[in-house]
């Protein structure tokens, strides 16, 4: 089935310092990629949409100088967390979808949980 | 926005009895609906999903939703809990350039 690889998987990095989260898709083409963001015991929250070779679409809140979305090709998204600060400590989770993806639904990444010291 | 509610954020069951996660959604379009499972420090597996056909969906490890549109609902069940099923349960509906809405979730917890 659809697999979506995510890492790091854990990452603690110094306030004001950057950090990547890269999602693969490894069997499919992910034509869109989400990124979802979530705080202890809450759901998730959707920050941007990615589609490959496209801009990402944020959702209305979200600072898209902050958090840098690639989607450079079908298999690979990046989420960059820039200058990084404690209240960006969070779990990070990535989400992937093919062009005809309704067979598998939407298949999610284990997630990364960003600890901003 | 695509709003869903999942009533009682904390569910507790014995073991062997009945699981019951209620799922509605407000939309005057029947999106498509998702029920997803979560474990501590992990992302989101899919337990069932309903796009179209047969109302009655049955998915993993037991489950089975009902899609009932005159009520906007897509309640979960599991005839008989088992200690493997303590998890956060997610419900999804899609919205708009189809993206994912999710329920506040529901944590069960099995009583042995």
């Known amino acids: ?117 | 926005a695509q709003s869903v509610t999942q009533l009682g954020s904390h569910v507790s069951v014995s073991e062997g009895a009945l699981v019951l996660l209620r799922c509605n959604y407000s939309s005057s379009v029947p999106p498509y609906l998702f029920w997803y499972v979560q474990y501590p420090n992990q992302g989101l597996q899919l337990l069932l999903k309903y796009t179209t056909g047969a109302t009655l969906v049955k998915g993993i490890n037991g489950f089975e939703a009902e899609f009932k549109k005159s009520e906007t609902s897509f309640h979960l069940t599991k005839p008989s809990a088992h200690m493997s099923d303590a998890a956060e349960y997610f419900c999804a509906v899609t919205y708009g350039n189809n993206r994912l809405a999710f329920g506040k979730g529901n944590q069960v917890v099995v009583i042995p």
Not at chain 1, 15 to 31: H, M, N, P, Y
Not at chain 1, 87 to 97: T, V
């Open chain 1, 1 to 117: 089935g659809a697999v979506v690889s995510q890492h790091p998987s854990r990452v603690i990095c110094k306030s004001g310092t950057s950090v990547k989260i890269e999602c693969r898709s490894l069997d499919f083409q992910a034509t869109t990629m989400f990124w979802y963001r979530q705080f202890p015991k809450k759901s998730l929250m959707l920050m941007a949409t990615s589609n490959e070779g496209s801009k990402a679409t944020y959702e209305q809140g979200v600072e898209k100088d902050k958090f840098l979305i690639n989607h450079a090709s079908l298999t690979l998204s990046t989420l960059t967390v820039t200058s990084a600060h404690p209240e960006d400590s969070s779990f990070y989770i990535c989400s992937a979808r093919a062009r005809d993806s309704l067979l598998h639904g939407y298949t999610f990444g284990s997630g990364t949980r960003l600890t901003v010291v």
